[in-house]
């Protein structure tokens, strides 16, 4: 089975300050790992997904994510947050394969301050 | 640049009533999704679909539930007898050839 556990419901960062969103999962595979962010009164939006390769991926927004086999985790980060980058952000985890469904993590609303 | 789009955005409806809510995957997508996010938890899976059948479905997706694909562009979850607990945000979600899925912006099901 699969599960992910995101550490923070909420996160506050002042802006121009760095974003550290911790996303820890759980897997009896080797996983695909994904970060979607959610903006008020819309969709899931795709920031960046880990497949295989690269251990850190970099996404949309100046967002970028490092998987560590060894320690289960797919943290996501930013050096410097914006004010447009206030949202909730959800991890997710699926199987290597086409079709797979997504178990996401309860996900983390990130406040930016001015 | 393609999206999933979804409606109607918000549905109400009373208990026991049958609601359809419609979605239209982006064209050449082959792997169809739905998942419910009820206020304030995480984002549930419900059912996936290819090939015009079921692939998996979540223990959520009981008789209740069932989804179609009627035509060769939309993609609905029908829920026969809402019940209060039913109350969520509905995604539809679809893939092609790749893990990557992408969302439409929701329908927000209000049972009375």
């Known amino acids: 089975a699969q599960s992910v556990t995101q550490l923070g419901s909420h996160v506050s960062v002042s802006e121009g300050a760095l974003v550290l969103l911790r996303c820890n999962y759980s897997s009896s595979v080797p996983p695909y790992l994904f970060w979607y962010v959610q903006y008020p009164n819309q969709g899931l939006q795709l920031l960046l997904k880990y497949t295989t390769g690269a251990t850190l991926v970099k996404g949309i927004n100046g967002f970028e994510a490092e998987f560590k086999k060894s320690e289960t985790s797919f943290h996501l980060t930013k050096p410097s947050a914006h004010m447009s980058d206030a949202a909730e952000y959800f991890c997710?985890?699926?199987?290597?394969?086409?079709?797979?469904?997504?178990?996401f993590g309860q996900g983390t609303e990130l406040s930016v301050k001015p | 640049e393609p999206e999933v789009t979804q409606t109607p955005s918000h549905q109400v409806t009373q208990m026991g009533q049958e609601v359809i809510l419609r979605c239209v995957p982006i064209s050449n997508h082959l792997y169809f999704y739905w998942y419910r996010q009820i206020l304030g938890q995480k984002v549930e899976f419900l059912v996936s679909?290819?090939?015009?059948?079921?692939?998996?479905k979540s223990e959520i997706f009981d008789d209740q539930f069932s989804v179609e694909r009627p035509d060769g562009s939309n993609f609905t979850l029908k829920i026969r007898s809402t019940k209060l607990e039913d109350s969520a945000m509905y995604f539809c979600?679809?893939?092609?050839?790749?893990?990557?899925?992408?969302f439409g912006p929701g329908t927000r099901l209000t049972v009375t």
């Open positions: 679909f290819y090939n015009n059948e079921i692939s998996e």
């Open positions: 979600a679809s893939s092609g050839g790749t893990s990557e899925q992408y």
């Open positions: 997710a985890v699926s199987k290597n394969n086409q079709g797979g469904k997504l178990i």
